[in-house]
């Protein structure tokens, strides 16, 4: 397997730290507001990531935050007349039903900023006892100039950062590019600390709780493009301070999605949220994995409902085989894979292996669709279409897809019966009006 590492920008082999173990951090939501279809793409890639690492016989230890401290948080807060905690809360349990609409995992560690704060503020105080940080006035700032190859990440250079910087000039800061670890303010939840109460700076958060679950440093860190700078680079800069390298062997940032080639923002008015899509969710989720995940993605109604489209035909085609194995009672009979089911798994597999290229491998399970389409069609095929089945079930639990199918019921089987033996002797009104019957128990 190869990944993209985004700090060297190169594709290079993965070799993890710990020998059949992954360790992975993704940065998950600042909670004040339902998420939107942009922010579903990391959520569905990494779990992705997950999955295939899971396949491979790893054990992943998966950890994505919440922000649950912000002016954001704040601001939403006042807006609605609500506290803090009542708005994060409101957004947390939002974003599991969001995950969970678009087919990937909650079952993972998800640690809050409000329940780190004592692992932060130690951070804190050992990059200001080291000479990284400085306290003015309650406010704590990193010293940037004290970090070699910053810039490294996002490819930026240090002396053209500190030119764009001088436009908002901070008097507290030695240098525009110090960015806020810990900042003092009477609005909000406040915390206390060494330097007075206050809140700790975006910056310093995900860092710090890296620091405090792992202990030390992590295979994969992963984020939306928009994180690299400057979020990203300075989680770097701070543990290059304290731990001599980067938090993570690998950096990966997927590409931003935009809505009809507009970036989505309050002035454009294109904000489209998870929860409003009226489609399949498993259509949307092709849709998000039908583009490689370092390349932009841009929506638009036409391109999801293509996909959403393709997941019923792909469904469809899963669900008649599925239901023609269960009728003929051979689905817990050992499959045949032949050479044609071989070269399309192999195929898959290598997509996979190459800096998880889901467009490839979607273009694998079509291959698939169309070898089981055949063999619906042959009596005699049963075997190598249990072959396909399995093969199917193995790429939808990689890429998170299901087809929701359950083993019929007998008097479910009776009327599937019916229903294919009606369908037969071209009796449709009895055809249609069974399909309702089985669409209505999830069989068609």
């Given at each position: 397997m190869k990944i993209h590492n985004t700090l060297t920008n190169k594709l290079e082999p993965f070799e993890p730290i710990h020998k059949d173990t992954v360790n992975m951090y993704v940065c998950g939501p600042t909670v004040y507001n339902y998420i939107q279809i942009g922010n579903a793409r990391p959520v569905i890639f990494f779990d992705v990531v997950r999955r295939y690492f899971e396949f491979l016989g790893y054990t992943v230890n998966f950890v994505s935050n919440f922000t649950d401290i912000d002016d954001k948080i704040i601001t939403k807060a006042i807006e609605e007349q609500e506290d803090e905690i009542t708005i994060?809360?409101?957004?947390?349990?939002?974003?599991?039903?969001?995950?969970?609409?678009?087919?990937?995992?909650?079952?993972?560690?998800?640690?809050?900023?409000?329940?780190?704060?004592?692992?932060?503020?130690?951070?804190?105080?050992?990059?200001?006892?080291?000479?990284?940080?400085?306290?003015?006035?309650?406010?704590?700032y990193f010293r940037v100039a004290k970090i070699d190859h910053y810039g490294d990440l996002s490819g930026r250079n240090i002396a053209d950062l500190e030119t764009g910087a001088r436009v908002e000039v901070n008097p507290k800061k030695e240098n525009p590019l110090d960015f806020t670890l810990w900042k003092k303010t009477p609005q909000g939840i406040t915390f206390p600390s060494p330097w007075g109460e206050g809140r700790p700076g975006w910056h310093t958060e995900c860092v710090a709780m890296i620091n405090d679950i792992f202990g030390g440093q992590i295979d994969i860190h992963g984020g939306g493009a928009d994180l690299m700078f400057p979020h990203h680079e300075n989680e770097i800069a701070q543990h290059r301070a304290i731990h001599g390298h980067a938090i993570a062997k690998y950096w990966m940032h997927n590409g931003h999605l935009t809505v009809d080639n507009e970036k989505m923002s309050k002035s454009a008015d294109n904000y489209i949220f998870v929860k409003d899509l009226d489609v399949d969710y498993m259509g949307f989720r092709l849709f998000t994995l039908s583009t490689h995940y370092r390349s932009p993605l841009n929506y638009t109604d036409e391109s999801l409902n293509s996909y959403v489209n393709e997941w019923q035909r792909l469904r469809r085609t899963y669900t008649q085989a599925f239901?023609?194995?269960?009728?003929?009672?051979?689905?817990?009979?050992?499959?045949?894979?032949?050479?044609?089911?071989?070269?399309?798994?192999?195929?898959?597999?290598?997509?996979?292996?190459?800096d998880f290229n889901t467009a490839n491998a979607i273009t694998e399970l079509q291959q698939l669709a169309k070898y089981t389409n055949h063999k619906t069609r042959q009596d005699d095929s049963l075997n190598q279409l249990l072959g396909a089945v399995r093969l199917f079930d193995q790429f939808f639990e990689i890429l998170g897809l299901d087809a929701r199918t359950k083993?019929?019921?007998?008097?479910?089987r009776n009327i599937y019966?019916?229903?294919?033996?009606?369908?037969?002797?071209?009796?449709?009104?009895?055809?249609?009006?069974?399909?309702e019957t089985l669409q209505e128990k999830g069989i068609l």
């Open positions: 994060a809360e409101k957004f947390i349990d939002a974003f599991y039903k969001d995950v969970e609409r678009v087919g990937s995992t909650t079952k993972y560690l998800a640690p809050r900023v409000t329940e780190y704060m004592s692992a932060i503020i130690d951070y804190i105080d050992q990059l200001v006892k080291k000479g990284y940080a400085y306290e003015v006035d309650g406010d704590v239901y023609q194995l269960d009728l003929a009672e051979k689905l817990d009979d050992t499959p045949s894979y032949n050479a044609e089911l071989d070269k399309i798994r192999k195929n898959f597999l290598a997509a996979m292996d190459d083993r019929m019921s007998k008097a479910t019966m019916e229903w294919a033996d009606a369908r037969k002797n071209k009796n449709f009104e009895k055809a249609d009006r069974l399909r």
